[in-house]
């Protein structure tokens, strides 16, 4: 299974609407957004996305109580709150927008991938036998190269994809 894994789009859809054209081109089946989209319109782009998602809160939600209500009312996405975990094809997978307390969960062990934003930097490194994901963001503000991850359930393959 390929999941998307995505953060940081900070309101700006062109992006986001052309990352989650190639997660659908690229058969992925889940989307996992680790906070920041920032307001309601991102809510109908993510929507977009032929298989589901799960949503966990960054620090810059700007209307919590629209995006809520937009979230609810899809069948496809899921708002998560503060924290994800989910286990797909085997894979224990926690994500969290912040990265000292997914570091913490990756140290704890527990979980196979565990996911975080915040940065705007991409992250690939191993604590343990966890892998620690940062996909980059969407944005592109901060570093100049949007991006977001394809990764593979199956092989356990992580793709940058940049925008």
């Keep these: 299974m390929k999941i998307a894994i995505?953060?940081?789009?900070?309101d700006k859809w062109e992006n986001l609407e052309k990352a989650v054209e190639m997660s659908?081109?690229?058969g992925c089946e889940y989307l996992l957004f680790a906070g920041d989209l920032i307001s309601p319109p991102g809510i109908a782009v993510l929507n977009k996305?032929?298989?589901k998602t799960k949503f966990v809160w960054g620090n810059n939600e700007a209307e919590?109580?629209?995006?809520?209500r937009k979230f609810e009312?899809?069948?496809?996405?899921?708002?998560?709150?503060?924290?994800?975990?989910?286990?797909?094809?085997?894979i224990k997978i926690f994500m969290n927008h912040y990265p000292k307390i997914t570091e913490l969960a990756?140290?704890?062990?527990?979980?196979?991938v565990c996911i975080h934003g915040h940065t705007h930097e991409y992250r690939e490194e191993k604590i343990g036998n966890t892998l620690l994901l940062n996909p980059g963001e969407i944005q592109?503000?901060?570093t100049g190269k949007p991006s977001f991850i394809i990764?593979?359930?199956?092989?356990?393959a992580v793709r940058r994809i940049n925008l």
Excluded: P, W
């Design 106 to 112: 990756a140290k704890s062990k527990e979980f196979n």
């Design 24 to 26: 659908n081109s690229a």
């Design 64 to 68: 919590r109580v629209g995006m809520t």
């Design 151 to 156: 990764f593979d359930t199956k092989s356990r």
């Design 6 to 10: 995505m953060s940081d789009s900070h």
């Design 73 to 90: 009312a899809s069948e496809k996405m899921q708002l998560c709150g503060d924290i994800f975990e989910g286990e797909f094809d085997g």
């Design 140 to 142: 592109g503000y901060q």
């Design 49 to 51: 996305f032929k298989g």
